[in-house]
C-alpha cells in the first residue's frame, strides 16, 4: 500500500503514500498539537499547528512589533525596558512550556532573550508576554530558559562569562582571572507565575551553552553542557576546541536551596530590570532592582560536580525517567549517554579526576551508562518518545537518528533538508512525550521553496514517528529563525484561551468606559483623548485645540465584548506604529504633531461592513494659536476648562 518514491538517497522528497493524508487537516478543522516555535533573531515566537504547519500566531516577546502595537504603545514600552535602556530586539532561542510534576500543564511557554539576557513569560490563556525579567551577571543568555519538573525554577546560565563586581575595567586578556560565569536559578510564584532572581551560582569563566533539569528521580538535579574550558578570549573556534574534553556540569539544586536558607549567599550589588504586564491595567510596569544573592561552590561544597564530556559540548537532555542524561559535543564521533545513578555512586565513592577551578571533576567512566557509536556528524540536540527511543538531531550529515536508550543501539535515520538544528518531539523534554511526530528546524533551506531573492523562508519539516520507521510527513516554512520548539496537545490550552477582556474589569487609568466618558483633555502640553471604537465610529471623531507643540496621548478604549473584534486606531505621519486594541482592552497611542493642518486618523483592522467609515480628523494648529479643544462624534461638545 505504501509506494517509497524511488530517487537516490540525498536528492529524495521521500514521502510515503500516505503522508498527504497523514498531514492534511481539513478546512475548517482543528489541529491535535500548538507548536511554540522561537524565532531566533526575529526576538518573537511564532505558533504553528499541528500536523497541518499552518501558521496561527506571532507573539511579540523581546522585539517591537508595530503590526499589534507591541513596544510602540505606551502600555507596553517598558516591557522591554532593562538596565541598559529600551531595547527593542533580542535573539529569542529556546522555549519552555511550563509542567506540573514533569507533565504541560498548559500555563505558560517561557522564551530567552540571549542578546541582552532576559527570560519572559507568555501567558498561555491570552497568547502575550506578561512578564520579562533581566539576567544580571549574564553575557549572553544562551543557556536558557529551562525550568524545573514543577516549574519550581526557570533556568538560565550566561554563554559568555564576563567581568563581575566592581572591577568591570579589565583587560581583555586577563580572562582568566577576571571573567566568571554564573547561573541563575529564577523562582516562579505557582500559581501567578511571577519570577524573582532566587539565587546564582558564582563559577569558573567557561561558556555555558544548554541545560535541562532532572527529573523524576533526579528532580533536584539540574544539568549543563559547557564549552570553552580552555578559558579562551579569541578565536575560539581554533582555542576553545583544544580539550578532548569539556563539561557537563552536574547542580545540586536541592543543595543550593539549603545554603540558601541558611545564610550562605553573598549579597551582591547589580542592576536589572523587572518588568510586568499587568492584564487589568492593560499595563506594563518596570522596576529596576539592585541586588541578588550569589552562592559560590567553592565554599560550599556538594553543590557542583563536573563530567566530562566530548568534545565542544553542545545539546544536554534528559530523558523521560530522568535517569539519562544525554551530551553532544559538535565536535564528537560518539554520544555520551550518562547515567544519574552512577553520578550519584561516584559522587558517594569520592570517583573524582582531581578538580576543576576548585569544582571536583567526577571520572568519565564511572558516570556512562554508553555512547552511542557511529551515530552521525555533529550530534546537537536529543528528543525522546515514550517508548524508550531518543532522536538526536545532526547539524553536519543533515539527519535524524533514532537511537534506543537501554542498549544505545542506532535504530533509523532520516535525511533533513538541510542542516537541522533543534528538533522537537511534542512533550519531548518532558516526563510523558505524546510522541507522534518529530519536527526538525533546519538552518538551511536552499532549493526546498520557491526563491524569493537572496533571503529564502526558513523552514521545518514534519515526520511521523508512530512506526518503527520515521516517515517524512511535510515541509512548512517558518517566520525568523525557528530555533527550538516545544509541541503541546490542543486539549490543554484551547478550552482556557481568553476570548475578551471585559470592560467591567478594565483598571487602566485612561480607559474609557463607555462613549459618554470620551472626553480630550490638555494638561500643559500633553492633549489627552479618552476615545472608544465600537462598530464602526470612534467617540470623538472631530478634534480641535491641539497646537504645535504637543504632544498629544490617544487612550483608545475598544468597547466591543465579541470575541475576534479588535479595532486599529492610525493617525497620518505619526512617528510610532498602530494601535491594535482586543476588545475591552486600552491602549495609548503617543503622537507628537510636527506640522500644522488636519490630519485623518482611522481604524486598521477590517472590523465591519463600514470599517472604511471608521475614522475622523484631529486638526493641528500654530504654537499660540487661541483655538480651543472641542471634540465630538456628531454632537459638538466643548472642554471643560481645568
Ligand atoms: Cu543548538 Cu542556540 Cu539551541 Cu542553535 S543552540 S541549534
Ligand atoms: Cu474598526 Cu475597522
Not at 468606559?513 to 483623548?529: D, F, I, P, T, Y
Request: aromatic share 10%; net charge neutral.
Amino acid at each position: 500500500m505504501m509506494q517509497t518514491a524511488c530517487k537516490p538517497k540525498g536528492m529524495q522528497t521521500a514521502v510515503q503514500g500516505d503522508a498527504a493524508v497523514k498531514a492534511y487537516v481539513p478546512p475548517g478543522q482543528y489541529d491535535e498539537f500548538y507548536n511554540f516555535v522561537s524565532g531566533g533573531f526575529s526576538g518573537q515566537m511564532s505558533v504553528y499547528g499541528l500536523p497541518s504547519g499552518r501558521l496561527f500566531r506571532v507573539i511579540p516577546v523581546f522585539s517591537v512589533d508595530p503590526e499589534k502595537g507591541y513596544g510602540y504603545a505606551e502600555e507596553t514600552k517598558a516591557m522591554l525596558n532593562t538596565s541598559h535602556g529600551f531595547v527593542p530586539w533580542d535573539d529569542l532561542h529556546h522555549i519552555a512550556l511550563s509542567t506540573s510534576e514533569g507533565i504541560h500543564d498548559g500555563r505558560w511557554a517561557f522564551g530567552n532573550g540571549n542578546n541582552t539576557p532576559r527570560i519572559a513569560r507568555i501567558d498561555l490563556k491570552t497568547f502575550r508576554t506578561a512578564e520579562i525579567i533581566e539576567i544580571p551577571n549574564s553575557g549572553g543568555n544562551h543557556s536558557s530558559p529551562f525550568i524545573t519538573e514543577n516549574s519550581e525554577y526557570v533556568v538560565a546560565g550566561t554563554r559568555f562569562s564576563v567581568p563581575m563586581g566592581d572591577k568591570l575595567d579589565v583587560p581583555i586578556n586577563t580572562y582568566k582571572e577576571n571573567f566568571r560565569g554564573t547561573v541563575s536559578f529564577i523562582s516562579v510564584d505557582q500559581p501567578t507565575g511571577h519570577m524573582k532572581i532566587a539565587f546564582q551560582i558564582l563559577l569558573p569563566g567557561v561558556n555555558f551553552d544548554l541545560a535541562r533539569a532532572g527529573k523524576g528521580k533526579s528532580h533536584g538535579w539540574f544539568f549543563f553542557s559547557c564549552y570553552n574550558s580552555e578559558r579562551a578570549n579569541t578565536l575560539l573556534e581554533v582555542n576553545a576546541s583544544q580539550k578532548d574534553k569539556d563539561f557537563v556540569m552536574a547542580v545540586n539544586w536541592k543543595k543550593a536551596e539549603e545554603y540558601l536558607k541558611a545564610g550562605k549567599g553573598q549579597k551582591r550589588s547589580v542592576k536589572y530590570a523587572h518588568n510586568v504586564y499587568d492584564d487589568s491595567k492593560h499595563m506594563a510596569t518596570s522596576t529596576i532592582e539592585n541586588e541578588v544573592i550569589v552562592l559560590d561552590p567553592k565554599d560550599l561544597p556538594d553543590m557542583v560536580y563536573l563530567m566530562p564530556c566530548p568534545k565542544s559540548p553542545h545539546g544536554c537532555d534528559t530523558d523521560p525517567t530522568g535517569e539519562y542524561i544525554v551530551g553532544s559535543g559538535k565536535l564528537a564521533a560518539i554520544i555520551p549517554v550518562f547515567s544519574f545513578t552512577k553520578i550519584q555512586e561516584a559522587i558517594a565513592q569520592k570517583k573524582f579526576d582531581g578538580d576543576y577551578e576548585g569544582i571536583p571533576v567526577l571520572n568519565y567512566d564511572a558516570v556512562l551508562h554508553g555512547e552511542v557509536k557511529k551515530p552521525g556528524l555533529g550530534p546537537l540536540h536529543t528528543e525522546f518518545d515514550d517508548k524508550g527511543n531518543a532522536y538526536t538531531s545532526f547539524f553536519v550529515s543533515s539527519e535524524i537518528v533514532k537511537w534506543r536508550i537501554s542498549d544505545l543501539q542506532v535504530l533509523d535515520r532520516v535525511a533533513t533538508y538541510y542542516s537541522v538544528g533543534h528538533l522537537c518531539v511534542p512533550g519531548g523534554p518532558t516526563k510523558k512525550p505524546w510522541g507522534k511526530y518529530v519536527i526538525a528546524y533546519n538552518k538551511i533551506t536552499k532549493d526546498r521553496y520557491l526563491p524569493t531573492g537572496p533571503e529564502l523562508t526558513q523552514s521545518a519539516q514534519l515526520f511521523s514517528i508512530d512506526g518503527d520507521k520515521m516517515k517524512l510527513l511535510l515541509d512548512f516554512p517558518t517566520i525568523g529563525e525557528p530555533h527550538y520548539a516545544e509541541a503541546i496537545p490542543a486539549e490543554l490550552l484551547k478550552k482556557n484561551s481568553t476570548k475578551i477582556y471585559k470592560l467591567e474589569e478594565n483598571k487602566n487609568p485612561y480607559a474609557a468606559l463607555g462613549e459618554k466618558n470620551a472626553k480630550v483633555e490638555r494638561k500643559g502640553n500633553e492633549v489627552h483623548v479618552y476615545m472608544t471604537s465600537i462598530r464602526s465610529h470612534f467617540t470623538p471623531d472631530n478634534i480641535e485645540g491641539v497646537k504645535l507643540g504637543d504632544a498629544v496621548y490617544f487612550h483608545v478604549t475598544n468597547l466591543e465584548q465579541d470575541w475576534d473584534v479588535p479595532h486599529g486606531f492610525a493617525v497620518k505621519g505619526a512617528n510610532n506604529a498602530e494601535l491594535l486594541i482586543m476588545p475591552g482592552e486600552t491602549q495609548t497611542l503617543l503622537w507628537k504633531p510636527e506640522r500644522v493642518g488636519v490630519f485623518p486618523m482611522y481604524c486598521t483592522d477590517f472590523c465591519s461592513a463600514l470599517h472604511q467609515e471608521m475614522q475622523g480628523y484631529i486638526r493641528v494648529s500654530p504654537a499660540g494659536s487661541n483655538v480651543p479643544i472641542t471634540f465630538s462624534t456628531g454632537v459638538k461638545r466643548e472642554e471643560k476648562v481645568q
